[in-house]
């Protein structure tokens, strides 16, 4: 860690904390209403550490590969997965995340639920929702492409609900290329409105990335996902 990596990342830092604090104004909510995930998919272990110092309590990452490398290595930062999962690497997810963003389908529901016992932890859970109706059509590519649509909802958080060893949490959303953040994340608190009616205690919305935390915050968002604007641009892994 260089001390010029360190001032960058408390400089980035420090300008995605005034832009969530200028939304939540803007919006007419408490600046604390809304909780930052670093994302740091593809960034080291020193960048991690250094987030953490910096003040930052909760981290995500998208692969689960990383997530077991990074994880153990800073036991004192709260862990998010917000990548697709396969039901064979739910324990792995289990050991090593508090909260999972990305529940899109039962049969993953049941994988959770059986590591989550056998490790004897809780995991909380937020159903990742399809916003492919807001894109343009057919474009649903890349991150935007996971998720249940909003029709089923109500049936994965009844399972999730049920399930021993998780915690139904909320809601988490990507919108699709091409759309208009405000119209899909307004689908989205909607969506996110009627979960909570029959579970009242699933009131969170991981919603907003670099490019459209405004957006987000405006419509409800409790969680932004903040890679690029915290950590810059990320070199692709192979
Ligand atoms: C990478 C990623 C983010 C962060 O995206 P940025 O545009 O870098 O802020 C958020 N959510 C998910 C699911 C991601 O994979």
Known sequence: MTATREQELGDNLEAVRERIEAACVAAGRPADAVTLVGITKTFPISDVRALVALGVRDLGENREQELKVKAPNCLDATWHFVGQLQSNKARSVVRNASVLH????????????????????????????????????GAATGMSRGGVPPADVPELAAAVAAADGLELGGVMAVAPLGSDADEAFGGLETVASRLR??????????????????????????????????????????
């Not at 993953?108 to 492919?132: F, M, N």
């Not at 670099?210 to 409790?222: F, K, M, V």
């Open 102 to 137: 990305s529940v899109d389908r039962s049969s993953l529901v049941k994988a959770l639920s059986r590591a989550a016992v056998e490790e004897g932890r809780v995991l909380r859970c937020l159903l990742q929702v399809s916003l492919a109706e807001y894109g343009p059509a």
């Open 197 to 238: 009616s029959e579970h009242p205690g699933a009131d969170w919305i991981s919603a907003g990335m670099s490019g459209d935390l405004e957006a987000a915050i405006r419509y409800g968002a409790t969680h932004v996902r903040l890679g690029r604007a915290l950590l810059g641009t990320r070199t692709p892994l192979g």
